[in-house]
T-cell receptor, first 114, second 114 residues
């Protein structure tokens, strides 16, 4: 099963620790995205990257960081500065950032802060 | 700022009945609108987009710019339509260059009873 993979599926973290969520795609897509999903709030964009070595803040970037050193990889770090990190995190990719493009989603990572 | 509203968190219908999932948006530019669906234990995936003007799995959605709506409709619901449905809007910047950033509504859980 190709496409987008996210690991791990479940992640537990103690307060005050940074944690990195993995996202890999083999679709040769230029654009990649990170969303956060909370009950009753839909999905909210954290960061996105239009191309390798470039990324932009989304609507809720505070407390998060990303890197895009390779086309196929877009890891998200949840830092200790993120006040409410417990959530379901979804990674997505698209061919490019044209507005009409379909985004392809990974299976998600559920992060729980203990 | 753009906003997408799905007024119904839950929607229940019986098999064979018509179904309409409501979506309203606010956006100053020319919108690109989508419906994404998440079936149980599956990934979030594109159902349809207004630019394609197509019917997928019997669903259609018409963009009504006057009412700023993009309601999803199906004349005869099936049990396999039970899922979470998200309406989403893709934004462009002031110069018309696309971002590909999606703004999601809160989602509607559709349950089709036998």
């Amino acid at each position: 099963d190709g496409g987008i993979t996210q690991s791990p599926k479940y992640l537990f973290r103690k307060e005050g620790q940074n944690v990195t969520l993995s996202c890999e795609q083999n679709l040769n897509h230029d654009a990649m995205y990170w969303y956060r999903q909370d009950p009753g709030q839909g999905l909210r964009l954290i960061y996105y990257s239009q191309i390798v070595n470039d990324f932009q803040k989304g609507d809720i970037a505070e407390g998060y960081s990303v890197s895009r050193e390779k086309k196929e990889s877009f890891p998200l770090t949840v830092t200790s500065a993120q006040k409410n990190p417990t959530a379901f995190y979804l990674c997505a990719s698209s061919i490019d950032t044209e507005a009409f493009r379909e985004q392809f989603f990974g299976p998600g990572t559920r992060l729980t802060v203990l | 700022a753009q906003r997408v509203t799905q007024p119904e968190k839950l929607l229940s219908v019986f098999k064979g009945a018509p179904v309409e999932l409501k979506c309203n948006y606010s956006y100053s530019g020319s919108p690109e609108l989508f419906w994404y669906v998440q079936y149980s234990r599956q990934r979030l995936q594109l159902l349809l987009r207004h630019i394609s003007r197509e019917s997928i799995k019997g669903f259609t959605a018409d963009l009504n710019k006057g009412e700023t709506s993009f309601h999803l409709k199906k004349p005869f619901a099936q049990e396999e339509d039970s899922a979470m449905y998200y309406c989403a809007l893709s934004s462009t910047n002031a110069g018309g260059t696309s971002y590909g950033k999606l703004t999601f509504g809160q989602g509607t859980i559709l349950t089709v009873h036998p």
